[in-house]
Nanobody, 121 residues
């Protein structure tokens, strides 16, 4: 199983980025796909999750009004549209997947390598 995140970069406060996670190696029916992030010196933090089969979306309160998660089952990708970025959004962003109906920060089955997002003031 491979989860390949891309789309990170450097932007100024108020800017936007769109991350993409290319998922391969198995079918993801019945899985929850999620984005997490980890800033230097901090614990990994949940950002957003979506059910591969639809019907479930969840966001961290800190990003609920600014970020949007989506999935394209035909292309096997999960997207994260990030608007109104703030310096505190600076982190490495990871794509992850787990079988079931909810995400668990310490219980995801698959993790991808991260992509760096840097927001300057």
């Amino acid at each position: 199983v491979q989860l390949q995140a891309s789309g990170g970069g450097s932007v100024q406060t108020g800017g936007y980025l769109r991350l993409s996670c290319a998922a391969s190696g198995r079918t993801f029916n019945g899985h929850i796909m999620a984005w997490f992030r980890q800033a230097p010196g901090k614990e990994r933090q949940f950002i957003a999750a979506i059910a591969w089969n639809g019907g479930y979306i969840d966001y961290a309160d800190s990003v609920r009004d600014r970020f949007s998660i989506s999935r394209d089952t035909a292309k096997n990708t999960v997207g994260l549209q990030m608007n109104s970025l703030k310096p505190e959004d600076t982190a490495v962003y990871y794509c992850a997947a787990t079988y079931g109906s909810r995400w668990h920060r310490d219980g995801m089955d698959y993790w991808g390598k991260g992509t760096q997002v840097t927001v300057s003031s």
